[in-house]
């Protein structure tokens, strides 16, 4: 099944819209590794690589602020999730725009 997310490189500013089979296979090809999903509330996450600080990939973004910012590295899924599956991602591009801005992007 395809569903719609962005993906973020960390050579992006905001990211690029796209539609991706949601196969455990097709994920870990496009972070390059093991997938780990962090919540950013509601019905949104991050899949990133969970070994992405320890292979020492590239930062893309930083989430959450102060003793909880952490930094995302290496490429990123934004996609959206319905009950144990993704889904297409709800929210607007404009609002993730302002969403990685205010992480620290």
Not at 35 to 53: A, M, Q, R, Y
Not at 72 to 93: K, R, T
Request: hydrophobic residues 35%; contains cysteine.
């Amino acid at each position: 099944m395809k569903v719609r997310c962005i993906i973020k490189r960390p050579d992006e500013k905001y990211g690029h819209v796209a539609n991706i089979i949601t196969s455990l296979r097709n994920l870990q090809s496009i972070v390059d590794g093991h997938i780990e999903t962090v919540s950013c509330g509601g019905s949104t996450v991050i899949i990133c690589n969970e070994e992405g600080k320890i292979r020492k990939l590239q930062p893309n973004f930083q989430i959450g602020s102060g003793l909880f910012a952490d930094w995302i590295c290496g490429e990123a899924i934004i996609i959206g999730v319905d009950g144990e599956g993704f889904s297409d991602l709800q929210i607007s591009f404009d609002t993730l725009k302002r969403l990685l801005e205010s992480w620290g992007n």
